[in-house]
Nanobody
Framework: QVQLVESGGGLVQAGGSLRLSCAAS????????MGWFRQAPGKERKFVAT????????YSADSVKGRFTISRDNAKNTVYLQMNSLKPEDTAVYYC??????????????WGQGTQVTVSS
């Protein structure tokens, strides 16, 4: 129902920052909660952060709390992930996902292609 394209990944030194963007497109734009997930080599995909359609409900993984901030601009159909104080263990492919409804309880049905984030020591 929705196409997602991530951007903003790259190589950064530990302690640095990156800002990921996820642009959504389609013939119609429904009310979707959005989320960021990441997958490191040899590991399963894990939850990073989610945000409701209104932006009023946000969840973050304990591993990124205080360092990463999820936000959205519905007028631009774009979701962001501001990543500060990056650590080598943050290295992964980061995926944007759209939920089936305005809250994450409905599950996620659409996924982007992913963008690589590499944090060096």
């Amino acid at each position: 129902q929705v196409q997602l394209v991530e951007s903003g990944g790259g190589l950064v030194q530990a302690g640095g920052s990156l800002r990921l963007s996820c642009a959504a497109s389609g013939r119609t734009f429904s009310s979707y909660a959005m989320g960021w997930f990441r997958q490191a080599p040899g590991k399963e995909r894990k939850f990073v952060a989610t945000i409701s359609w209104s932006g009023g409900t946000i969840y973050s993984a304990d591993s990124v709390k205080g360092r990463f901030t999820i936000s959205r601009d519905n007028a631009k159909n774009t979701v962001y992930l501001q990543m500060n104080s990056l650590k080598p263990e943050d290295t992964a492919v980061y995926y944007c996902a759209a939920a089936h409804g305005p809250e994450v309880a409905g599950g996620f049905g659409s996924w982007g292609q992913g963008t690589q984030v590499t944090v060096s020591s």
